[in-house]
């Protein structure tokens, strides 16, 4: 396999660890903050789910890359 197709599969890997986080906050958090207002609104429930996504995107990308680093500097 070429270096190009395997950077795009752990790109996509990582990405796709990141919206499986942000889904899962989605779902635990979303209906019981509508059922407590009452009605649908964007709020800061969606900043949260932002960051929570985007904090799994880049754990599991740093978690990939120095792996990749250390086994090239032996």
Do not use: H, Q
Not at 1 to 15: P, R, S, V
Not at 45 to 65: P, S
């Amino acid at each position: 396999m070429n270096k190009k197709a395997t950077l795009a599969g752990l790109f996509i890997f990582e990405i796709t660890a990141g919206l499986i986080l942000g889904a899962l906050t989605a779902v635990a958090l979303l209906p019981s903050l509508y059922e407590s207002r009452g009605y649908f609104a964007v709020g800061s429930e969606w900043i949260l789910i932002t960051v929570v996504a985007y904090t799994g995107f880049r754990v599991c990308n740093k978690f990939i890359f120095d792996r990749i680093e250390r086994s090239c500097k032996r």
